[in-house]
């Protein structure tokens, strides 16, 4: 099973950018699904996790307004919606995803599945 993240570039301050992360086996629909982020020189930081269905969502406290995580369970994907966007949010976005239990976590040893990271650079 693979994660396959998309959508990272370059934007402005202010602007929006939009990631999007594919499950490679969609049989595998019990995930819990989320983005960690690590910036140079600093910890792997929680932005946001999703259950299998969106029911329950988690935020990392800068993130939390600005950014929205959605699932879509038909294409097994997950999306991360990011707008107002600041120089601190740039950083390596890595998808990850848990089943085993399909819950949330802050904490990034609790995902054994992770994607190959997506540069996000917010120029000021």
């Not at 570039?9 to 999007?20: I, T």
């Not at 038909?74 to 999306?79: H, I, K, P, W």
């Not at 085993?100 to 599945?113: E, F, H």
Request: with cysteine; charged share 15%.
């Amino acid at each position: 099973v693979q994660l396959q993240a998309s959508g990272g570039g370059l934007v402005q301050a202010g602007e929006s950018l939009r990631l999007s992360c594919a499950v490679s086996d969609r049989t595998l629909t019990a995930v819990a699904m989320g983005w960690f982020r690590q910036a140079p020189g600093k910890e792997r930081e929680f932005v946001a996790g999703s259950t299998w269905n969106g029911g329950t969502t988690d935020y990392g406290d800068s993130v939390r307004g600005r950014f929205t995580i959605s699932r879509n369970n038909a294409r097994n994907m997950v999306s991360l919606q990011m707008n107002s966007l600041q120089s601190e949010d740039t950083a390596v976005y890595y998808c990850v995803a848990r089943f085993n239990p399909p819950q949330i976590s802050r904490d990034p040893g609790a995902y054994r599945l992770w994607g190959q990271g997506t540069q996000v650079t917010v120029s000021s």
